[in-house]
């Protein structure tokens, strides 16, 4: 964990240049892999102690450590991009008028998931081995990272935002804040 602290305080440091570089929907998902990554790279520690006399480098210990510290590096890395990225897509996701609402929904469904993370771990634990939990985790991982790639492109503009709506009654003014200011409903924005 150390490492990936490490390299993630490092990493910050270039993360909105990144982000601004390659855009929210793709830093997300850089991001996500390299979380999904690091899930990954705990199957060969789960699948050890079954597999101990074996030959392979796989169940080597040395090998084992270097990609425990190499994996937490790449997640390190990756967590500064998406943690960077999330704020700047949600940002412009929402207004002034609802950013609130958007970063709270956010925060909701990422405290869920250390509920449900924990669920699914007595769930699996129990019942089956270490390394069946790391494969599910995995795949949800995997299967999550990729669901980033589905995200659309956040509005923009206020004119963007009342085409959307269907509202044509609304007058812009020179910065569009009017725009804004009447259309707060997140229904509109979802749509």
């Known amino acids: 964990m150390a490492t990936l602290y490490l390299v993630f305080a490092f990493c910050s440091?270039?993360?909105?240049?990144?982000?601004?570089k390659l855009g929210?929907?793709?830093?997300?998902?850089?991001?996500?892999?390299?979380?999904?990554?690091?899930?990954?790279?705990?199957?060969p520690p789960a699948f050890y102690p079954d597999h101990k006399d074996s030959p392979s480098f796989i169940f080597n210990r040395t090998f084992i450590e270097a990609l425990s510290f190499f994996s937490a590096a790449v997640n390190g890395f990756g967590a500064g991009i998406l943690w960077v990225?999330?704020?700047?897509?949600?940002?412009?996701?929402?207004?002034?008028?609802n950013k609130g609402f958007f970063f709270g929904y956010f925060w909701a469904f990422f405290m869920a998931s250390q509920v449900l993370?924990?669920?699914?771990?007595?769930?699996?634990?129990?019942p089956l081995s270490?390394?069946?939990?790391?494969?599910?985790?995995t795949v949800a991982a995997f299967s999550g990272t990729t669901i980033f790639l589905l995200l659309r492109k956040p509005?923009?503009?206020?004119?963007?935002?009342?085409?959307?709506?269907?509202n044509s009654e609304i007058k812009l003014d020179k910065s569009g804040e009017d725009a804004e200011k009447h259309v707060m409903d997140t229904d509109s924005l979802i749509k």
């Open 13 to 20: 440091f270039f993360s909105t240049f990144l982000v601004n």
């Open 155 to 166: 509005l923009r503009t206020a004119s963007d935002i009342i085409n959307l709506s269907g």
């Open 85 to 97: 990225a999330q704020g700047k897509y949600v940002g412009e996701c929402a207004t002034d008028a």
């Open 24 to 43: 929210a929907k793709a830093s997300l998902f850089i991001g996500g892999f390299c979380y999904s990554f690091w899930i990954l790279c705990f199957l």
């Open 130 to 137: 270490q390394s069946t939990y790391y494969i599910v985790m």
């Open 117 to 126: 993370g924990n669920l699914i771990a007595a769930l699996i634990l129990g």
